[in-house]
């Protein structure tokens, strides 16, 4: 199996100039080794992600979210779609969570002023019922031990923008991005649009778990093994930042900076999910538009609202197709 290993998904910045990492036919598994959102470097509690103690965050565009690629998939060409299929996602032992302001909602609060002061818990990972974490818990103690499962998700998933260079922090558009999107995860289907032969995949940034909305800024933060492959739809564009296919759903993906606010983020969303009803399964538009004011099983997701940055997806089961 090709690999691309843990010490070179360091890449800060990504675009269409770079030499491809990695070379995989439609289809092929392979395997990538991530690096966790600061790399690694907050490997115990003494270590505080603030500007003081970390020079990756003395920069415009802090240097955070490392990936790996590019990733040159055989046949794909611009103006094609690119399947992102995802076999497997196994965190790292541990992982870290924590407070940096001044990212997060609440750092400025005064009602909550010990919120403002950089803080780091080290987050532990048990392995579930496959004998990995890919299923397992994880969990970590700040007055008392507090256990949730892990979730599994790549965080950051592009393909070179058309033109120019993009960051891995900030970067959210028609190529994918940094959208923090939990559905991202093993079992399902990524769709992204290519707009150079190749399609030029980057990703990373996994997080082992994460609530809706990551309002602090900083999920369950953790190095992980990916295990995916691609395919190929030829000649098709889709809209927002990505689409998803689950094995029982749906989900169209925008976000704020790909759409200009956080009302048209939300209402491309639901725009895309109905394109795509209309458009790919032939619903009659008005039935289209009646489920998403009856149906309650037509759910919005939050991804991130925290710090200038909003995701969102609208998800449809298939039931209903």
């Known amino acids: ?111 909550f002023p010990e919120l403002n002061t950089p803080y780091s818990r080290i987050c532990y990972h048990r392995a579930g019922p496959s004998g990995t974490t890919s299923d397992g818990t994880g969990m970590f103690k700040v007055t008392r031990e507090v256990i949730y499962p892990l979730r599994p998700f790549i965080g950051t998933v592009v ?61 369950d933060e953790c190095a992980a093994d990916l295990f995916v492959r691609c395919d190929i739809v030829k000649k098709r564009e889709i809209p927002g930042v990505c689409r998803i296919e689950t094995p029982e759903s749906l989900i169209q993906v925008d976000s704020m900076r790909n759409r200009g606010s956080m009302e048209r983020a939300l209402d491309g969303a639901f725009l895309g999910m109905a394109k795509w009803l209309v458009e790919d399964y032939r619903m009659d538009s008005r039935e289209m538009y009646l489920h998403f004011t009856v149906n309650p099983e037509v759910i919005i997701h939050t991804y991130q609202f925290v710090s200038g940055f909003f995701s969102v997806g609208v998800e449809f089961p298939k039931k209903y197709l």
């Open 1 to 111: 199996m090709q690999k691309i290993m843990r010490s070179e998904a360091c890449l800060t910045e990504f675009g269409a100039h770079m030499k491809p990492l990695l070379r995989v036919r439609p289809g092929e598994l392979f395997m990538v080794e991530t690096q966790d959102n600061f790399f690694g470097i907050i490997n115990s509690e003494k270590i505080l992600p603030s500007r003081e103690e970390l020079e990756i965050l003395r920069h415009q565009h802090i240097k955070v979210n490392p990936v790996a690629g590019p990733i040159y998939v055989d046949g794909i060409e611009s103006g094609d779609l690119l399947v992102l299929e995802i076999e497997d996602i196994i965190p790292s032992e541990k992982g870290w969570t924590g407070i940096s302001p001044p990212i997060g909602n609440l750092t400025a609060n005064p009602e």
């Open 159 to 219: 393909l070179a923008p058309e033109r120019g260079v993009e960051n891995t922090m900030m970067s959210q558009g028609p190529w994918g991005g940094n959208v923090d999107c939990k559905h991202v995860c093993k079992g399902n289907k990524i769709m992204l649009n290519s707009t150079h032969d190749g399609g030029l995949l980057f990703l990373g940034d996994v997080h082992g778990a994460q609530g809706d909305s990551e309002y602090t800024g900083l999920a």
